[in-house]
T-cell receptor, first 111, second 115 residues
């Protein structure tokens, strides 16, 4: 089955710094999703991408759907302590009915 | 607050017990999902219901039995679980399973511990 390689596995950054993480796959996806999960909660959808090359922002978050449809990245600008959590990418194929998740990037922000 | 509600939040059960996890959404979504998540790992898909019919079973052991009584409710019946089944069980819903309708909204999960 499809696999997603998400990197980095973890990041320790200072408040105010920018963050970049990405997901790559050997397979093509039609939709890319980015989720954030905090302790004791379920994943929360941050950004959904539906078209190759699409660049979408949500506040300080920006994500892009790679031109090859095999990758996506998420940037967080000017990080703050509440950005702490695990960020998951997920890819979907049309009508497959399910998502393939990356292994997550754990973000720690030091004040 | 999440729009997908799961109960109970925590459950401790013995290996011979029978219990059920419940999930409810009122967003009019027609697809509902069960996931299992171990600590620091991504969610693993277990079951997908589309329009109240089971559409995907990811080779889940029969000690897990899903049920979708109506489009708003999803249950997961548990029987004779093993200690390795201890995990966070997440429910999710989406408008459908076609392109553009697939982003899933997750509940906060049920933390299950098997003694």
């Amino acid at each position: 089955g499809q696999q997603l390689n998400q990197s980095p596995q973890s990041m320790f950054i200072q408040e105010g710094e920018d963050v970049s993480m990405n997901c790559t796959s050997s397979s093509i996806f039609n939709t890319w999703l980015w989720y954030k999960q905090e302790p004791g909660e379920g994943p929360v959808l941050l950004i959904a991408l539906y078209k190759a090359g699409e660049l979408t922002s949500n506040g300080r978050l920006t994500a892009q759907f790679g031109i090859t449809r095999k990758d996506s990245f998420l940037n967080i600008s000017a990080s703050i302590p509440s950005d702490v959590g695990i960020y998951f990418c997920a890819g979907q194929i049309t009508n497959a009915g399910k998502s393939t998740f990356g292994d997550g990037t754990t973000l720690t922000v030091k004040p | 607050d999440t729009e997908v509600t799961q109960t109970p939040k925590h459950l401790v059960m013995g290996m011979t017990n029978k219990k059920s996890l419940k999930c409810e959404q009122h967003m009019g979504h027609r697809a509902m999902y069960w996931y299992k998540q171990k600590a620091k790992k991504p969610p693993e898909l277990m079951f997908v219901y589309s329009y109240e019919k089971l559409s995907i079973n990811e080779s889940v052991p029969s000690r897990f039995s899903p049920e979708c009584p109506n489009s708003s409710l999803l249950n997961l019946h548990l029987h004779a679980l093993q200690p390795e089944d201890s995990a966070l069980y997440l429910c999710a819903s989406s408008q459908g399973t076609g392109t553009g309708s697939q982003p899933q909204h997750f509940g906060d999960g049920t933390r299950l511990s098997i003694l």
